[in-house]
């Protein structure tokens, strides 16, 4: 498959870094096509851990080439910070590293906007934004003010700057908060794109010219599609699209030219920040899976709620994002359990349904319909053939693909590559 389409498949952090590291070994390109650095990637690699936030995962592998893409929005100093600490470990990340010219930047006034628009929603309102001014810089993109990559390489820049940062700052002051100074935003961009600035070009036709090649193309997505801006719990999502979707949107390589779409489920549910998780254990249980799973956020270190597999939402992730197969990870986190639960439908006022409410509150008084499953209490770590897990592991697996119609191509059984179990087209 030339090109394939990465997603996660639930409300992220359900394993992609680990999955795009996998895959990276077929693939020639690695693109990140939206969100910005409130995603963080964690990718481990001998005794050695990675959390990526703005490059791609593919930086990781010698020879690969990486593209930001136009989908992005990106804090041009954190990027830098980013690239400078991947180099110091090893990992020369200048050399292989597209930037879109179209992609738009995340200013300090984004940020201050973001923890001001936080702070300001009504209790049981907020969202959980990572506050990195990812919202905000969405938002200045969809009603035309935001400033891009190629602005920032424009003689004309510390003027646009300048005529931005006064219109923040007048909604800064309007919200009793301290504003922004223009020179010095000026002059740590400026100091930034003097390692980027050669990075930035047009990856249009870079991308065409290397789908039209054969090339492998490994498009890379942050979050998950219950936090896509259209098809997640709006509005507890976030401020891009994370279908499959925003792969050619957020990259500028048409459907046509997409061969194939994997879906990144975990073996049971995680979810960051507020907002309705039909799932969600407020028992021992949801305290031990977060524990064994380690389940705290890459970027912001805030622990995950834990909940049961929801083939409800995973079935909405089929519909939106066309997903070809599941990789399946932490299955070893159930390996524990003497008794997991599925949901394989809601209960909504009384009726019982088999589809994701667009609507928060309905989803919200949606109870999990549940069948269980007998645990297999023994460790699956190791296993290098699906044959070789406990037998009610196996069948575990099985009702997933049987609930969600979409067959299990990768299974991942820890953090590390050697950590999984290739099926089907990747064996």
């Known amino acids: 498959m030339a090109t394939t389409i990465l997603i996660g498949a639930q409300w992220g952090d359900e394993g992609k870094g680990k999955i795009i590291d996998v895959l990276t070994e ?45 989908g992005v929005v990106l804090d041009p100093v954190s990027l830098v910070e980013e690239i400078d600490g991947l180099t110091a470990r090893g990992f020369p990340v200048a050399e292989r590293l597209h930037i879109s010219d179209r992609a738009h930047v995340v200013f300090p006034y984004h940020r201050m906007l973001d923890a001001q628009g936080e702070a300001r929603r009504a209790k049981g309102e907020q ?41 923040k700052n007048r909604a800064l ?30 990856t249009v036709p870079l991308l065409y010219d290397a789908v039209a090649r054969g090339e492998e193309m490994l498009f890379e997505g942050a979050q998950g599609i219950l936090l896509d801006i259209d098809f997640g719990t709006y509005p507890y999502v976030t401020s891009s699209n994370a279908a499959s ?17 994997v879906g990144v489920l975990k073996a049971y549910v995680t979810r960051v920040g507020e907002g309705p998780f039909p799932t969600e254990l407020h028992d021992a249980t949801g305290e031990e899976l977060r524990r064994v799973g380690n389940e705290f956020g890459a ?5 995950r709620r834990c909940g049961w597999f929801d083939a409800v939402a995973a079935r909405h992730a089929v519909m939106t994002c066309g997903v070809d197969e599941w990789a399946l990870t932490k299955l070893d986190v159930l390996d524990g359990f003497a008794t997991l639960n599925i949901c394989t439908a809601y209960e909504l006022d009384g009726r019982r349904i088999a589809h994701f409410p667009a609507n928060v509150r309905e989803l919200a008084r949606c109870k999990p319909v549940y069948e269980e499953h007998p645990g297999w209490q023994a460790s699956t770590r190791g296993a290098k053939r699906l044959e070789d897990l406990p037998p009610a592991a196996q069948t575990y697996i099985a009702r997933l693909e049987e609930l969600t119609g979409v067959p299990v191509g990768i299974l991942s059984l820890g953090p590390r590559r050697a950590d999984t179990i290739l099926r089907g087209v990747h064996a």
């Open 127 to 167: 969202i959980g934004t990572t506050q990195r001014g990812i919202g905000p810089a969405y938002g200045d993109k969809a009603a035309r003010f935001g400033l891009r990559m190629a602005d920032l390489l424009d003689p004309e820049f510390p003027t646009l700057l300048t005529s931005r940062v006064a219109e």
């Open 26 to 70: 077929r693939a020639t390109w690695v693109v990140r096509a939206q969100g910005g650095n409130n995603a963080g990637h964690t990718v481990e690699v001998g005794d050695e851990k990675f959390v990526l936030h703005l490059v791609p995962s593919g930086v990781l592998h010698a020879g690969k080439r990486c593209v930001i893409g136009n």
């Open 299 to 303: 970027t912001t270190g805030r622990p």
């Open 245 to 261: 979707g925003g792969a050619c949107t957020g990259s500028g390589v048409p459907p046509n030219r997409m061969d194939r779409v």
């Open 173 to 202: 002051a309007a919200l009793g908060a301290p504003t922004v100074d223009a020179a010095e935003i000026l002059a740590a961009t400026q100091k930034a794109m003097k390692t980027l600035g050669p990075l930035v070009c047009d």
